[in-house]
């Protein structure tokens, strides 16, 4: 009797002990969906809520297209921080959730084709905390305009074996989750059980594309440029557009090719045209290092070597020292400050992301301390808040403002009538990007450059100012043979044994304008790849795989 007793209770007592060893009381589990799925992914079509979610919406098999909203809905018996504490039980809460999160598996045709440990920092949305909900759902794709780290998960999931794998008809698509844990770069990953799984059946058709979208688009009349009459090879053109068409080339939404000051190419693709305004984020930036050129031209500004402290009493701002002092016009123009500011870093206190939310983006900026590892102008690190401050200061010190300044100064003589500012907390023009065009109209402003500054027989804007701002100021860490000028990027590009220089403009998504050094080219490239790891290598690929082709045949 005393052996049967045992083997009845001690399976109780140590289920007992793991409920007990949980951190967090999880929610209970009241939805019978829920109930019925516990440790499945089920798939949908878009965001169904929990409470809408039916049996009958589950798929068993999806047409995935380009544009589709391929959701999942995961189903746990526990929540991810408990799963985390399972793994390791010596770690506080914290240092739970900034050591591991849920790793996710892809599998086509039973075939295991990717797998990534999602960042500690990614969360699931409302109803997705991580501590006690047991459900959560992701999209995978989607046409909503969300922008979530699972949908960049599956784009690295295709162009690390899925794409490949997803040939034309039908597969069998499966993912795992599993929690994980890594404690530092010197600890191996510590993987769990498996928490939840599912699958569905994918259907791929490469779309059947028309005419009208391979063939070179026609340039229609009222252009404002003197149309090119330089050949080109039309075929290979023709195959960018089928490469874009079949999303290969992936959100591209114009491109313009100007030769000799005249327009060679214009072509428009997912919905624009020649009047789409275009949010080319970051690439707003190298306005404000032309509309510095043109304030100091005019004597406004007495030139870029001049310091914060002839603008601000920094002693008004938090963590003053003497460093903060020294910093020029120059230092902010190259992205070499020494303000404990990066973009880069996700951890950074002066990280844009941390920004924006505040009510004051000049007295963010300001109130950063230094970073005690840099010297001003001596490294370079991307900060955003830099050139929020720069269009401040050219605020400040032209009489009428700098929205007015610029339209009078650079766009009126440029016949640039177009563009959509956004505006800082303080309504004060945005320098930090966004500043929305036409293709054309960027065009125009990136001729500017190459024309060394000439527009229509005038001198807008001084060689001198363009020199420097064409000249490699610094380097770009970790990136070979890449440089830094005044707001503007630099690179180099091969094509058949030769060598080709190019300044850019680069904002996110893959939006670029670039002026060659040596080719008589300015190149316009805006997309809406926002966020999305392949944006800029997209257009390395359509001008060294296309357009160099194309002209340079």
Request: include cysteine; charged fraction near 25%; glycine fraction near 6%.
């Amino acid at each position: 009797m005393k052996r049967i007793l045992l083997l009845v209770f001690l399976p109780l007592y140590s289920i007992a002990i793991a409920q007990n060893s949980d951190l967090y009381k999880i929610d209970t589990i009241k939805n019978e969906l829920h109930k019925a799925n516990i440790g499945k992914i089920t798939f949908m079509n878009g965001n169904i809520p929990l409470d809408q979610y039916q049996p009958s919406d589950i798929l068993k098999s999806y047409e995935l297209k380009y544009r589709s909203d391929l959701n999942i809905r995961v189903f746990m018996q526990n929540s991810v921080a408990n799963y985390l504490h399972q793994l390791a039980p010596d770690l506080s809460p914290e240092k739970l959730l900034k050591s591991g999160n849920l790793q996710f598996s892809f599998y086509v045709d039973n075939k295991l084709i990717y797998t990534e440990n999602i960042h500690h920092g990614c969360n699931f949305g409302s109803g997705g905390n991580k501590n006690t909900s047991t459900t959560f759902r992701v999209p995978l794709t989607s046409t909503k305009g969300e922008d979530w780290w699972a949908m960049n998960m599956f784009d690295r999931f295709k162009e690390n074996g899925g794409k490949k794998a997803l040939t034309d008809g039908k597969h069998l698509f499966k993912i795992e989750i599993r929690p994980y844990i890594k404690l530092d770069e010197n600890t191996p990953v510590k993987t769990g059980n498996l928490i939840a799984e599912g699958q569905v059946q994918l259907i791929i058709k490469t779309p059947k594309l028309t005419a009208k979208q391979i063939e070179v688009q026609p340039i229609q009349p009222n252009s404002d440029w003197e149309i090119s009459n330089f050949p080109f090879d039309k075929k290979k053109i023709e195959l960018l557009n089928v490469t874009i068409a079949n999303y290969n080339l992936k959100e591209i939404t114009s491109i313009v090719v100007i030769r000799e000051g005249k327009l060679m190419l214009e072509e428009y693709f997912n919905n624009a045209d020649r009047n789409t305004l275009h949010d080319t984020r970051s690439a707003g930036k190298s306005f404000t290092s032309t509309l510095m050129g043109l304030a100091i031209q005019d004597g406004f500004i007495k030139d870029e070597n001049q310091t914060l402290k002839k603008f601000y009493d920094l002693k008004q701002f938090d963590n003053y020292e003497v460093k903060k002092d020294s910093i020029k016009l120059k230092d902010l123009l190259t992205m070499s400050s020494a303000f404990d500011g990066s973009d880069i870093r996700g951890d950074s206190p002066g990280n844009e992301e941390n920004m924006y939310p505040s009510e004051n983006w000049v007295k963010f900026a300001l109130n950063l301390p230094m970073d005690k590892a840099k010297t001003n102008g001596g490294q370079w690190d991307y900060f955003t808040a830099g050139v929020v401050l720069l269009g401040d200061i050219l605020d400040k010190s032209i009489p009428e403002g700098l929205e007015k300044y610029a339209a009078e100064r650079l766009f009126k003589p440029l016949n640039i009538n177009q563009y959509q500012w956004q505006y800082t907390p303080q309504k004060v023009v945005n320098t930090a990007g966004s500043l929305q065009m036409t293709s054309l109209e960027y065009a125009k402003y990136a001729q500017l450059y190459k024309n060394n500054g000439v527009w229509n027989g005038k001198q807008i804007l001084s060689p001198e100012w363009i020199h420097k701002t064409f000249t490699r100021q610094i380097q770009i860490p970790e990136r070979d043979n890449q440089f830094y000028g005044y707001l503007f990027w630099n690179k180099t590009i091969a094509y058949e044994g030769k060598k080709y220089e190019y300044f850019y403009c680069a904002g996110n998504g893959g939006n670029q304008f670039i002026i060659f050094k040596e080719l008589p080219l300015v190149i316009i490239i805006t997309s809406k790849a926002y966020n999305k790891a392949y944006g800029h290598p997209q257009a390395d690929t359509i001008i060294g795989d296309y357009i160099l082709p194309a002209v340079l045949k």
